[in-house]
């Protein structure tokens, strides 16, 4: 099917879900992204893109709705709430889709009430400091927090967030004591690691990338099994002697349960579409990460998967909905 016709059949499909639709959803026929961050951060920066992309094909209006807070899962709840028409999507990370559910009560059921559509993204978090850190090196770093147990603070994107189990991980493995300072989106904490209100950050690679090209963040090391290729200088935390802290941030599309399956297959194959598009490729492996290239149906699994291995080490370090 050429591009002409696949979006001829795509526009049908989405007209045929607007028609059973509410008389609410059928006046403003937009289809939003929802981001469980604020603006500036990396969610929102993939969100953006993805709906730019998405309006130029779709011939429609694609928006981008921040609703920050509860470790992601306020824009999970909307979507999972929302009607099932194809016309409300979610950018969920980890965060809200493997880590929240087991830290927070929620009022839906993340592997229920979410159909995921595709993953869009996986990035590698970095451990970051101020450009004015006396820190230059994780060993210097881990002296000091040694010589000063409890005093140093590192920020997150919100309890639950990656950021947060990145934290707690560093500190089981290395026998250091930090205090978890929870902001409601990297962009927020960034502002208070470049003022040195906290000490360091385990950011995904989409957020800290801007401040660390700006000269603003220095990295010290990438929690990933492998080096990033956009700082090839910096070394991972194993070839740095820490073992067992990894911790990597995934981005993936959903789309509310009971969506009908041709409106879900043909995001599905978009979403696919736009992933192959050059300047998409370049944009994601400029901001550190590999784009998603796998079929649904093994994303659907890795969301499975990461769900119970997430859950396993929320236990295992005992980590609790108040930060702790």
Known sequence: MNTTRWLGALAAALSLAFAAAPAAAQQDKSIRI???ASPGGG????ARLLAEKFAADLKQSVVVENRPGASNTIAAELTARAAADGTTLLLATNTGQAIAPHLLKLKFDPLKDLQPIGLVAVMPNV????????????KELVAAMNDKPGSFKYASSGVGSTQHIAGEAFGLVTGTKSIHVPYKGSAQAHIDIIGGEVNMMFDSTSSAMGQIRAGKFRPLAVTAEKRSPEMPDVATLAE?????ADVQTWYGLFVTAGTPKPVVDRL???LARVLKMPDVQARIKGLGGEVGAISVEQFSDMNRGEYERFGKLVRDANIKADGS
């Open 34 to 36: 929802m981001v469980g």
């Open 43 to 46: 969610t929102d920066i993939l």
């Open 127 to 138: 451990l970051v400091v101020s450009a004015t850190s006396p820190y230059k090196s994780v």
């Open 240 to 244: 740095q002697g820490i073992k067992g």
């Open 268 to 270: 599905t194959a978009e």
